[in-house]
């Protein structure tokens, strides 16, 4: 089994940066990369940036890139979301999960989840 633990969500004013953290554990496999996702009231969860655990492979959502940075700790077993240039729309819980199979950016191909931690940017 695996089990992820987000943490490091919080209140930020627009512009401001934050850092999330995604601990995973688990022996039954390694997945070979890990993902961030993030989900507003009544929309639909979206990805937003995805790390291979082995060469640090990155993809990012288009509304993020240039101001997200993900990244992994393998000693740590623990992959990064460094947010700066927070804007309100970036408001969501986000979430982590393991990526097992199909594309980066489908949900379908994300095994486990974390409970989320909530990111507020204020403006």
């Known amino acids: 089994q695996v089990q992820l633990v987000e943490s490091g969500g919080g209140l930020v004013q627009a512009g401001g940066s934050l850092r999330l953290s995604c601990a995973a554990s688990g022996r039954t496999f390694s997945p070979p990369a890990l993902g961030w996702f993030r989900q507003s009231p009544g929309k639909e969860r979206e990805f937003v940036a995805r790390?291979?655990?082995?060469?640090?492979?990155?993809y990012y959502k288009d509304s993020v890139k240039g101001r997200f940075t993900i990244s992994r700790d393998n000693a740590k077993n623990t992959v990064y979301l460094q947010m700066s240039s927070l804007k309100p729309e970036d408001t969501a819980v986000y979430y982590c999960?393991?990526?097992?199979?199909?594309?980066?950016?489908?949900?379908?191909?994300?095994?486990?989840w974390g409970q989320g931690t909530q990111v507020t940017v204020s403006s």
């Open positions: 999960a393991d990526h097992y199979s199909g594309a980066y950016d489908d949900s379908a191909g994300y095994r486990y």
């Open positions: 790390i291979t655990w082995s060469s640090g492979i990155t």
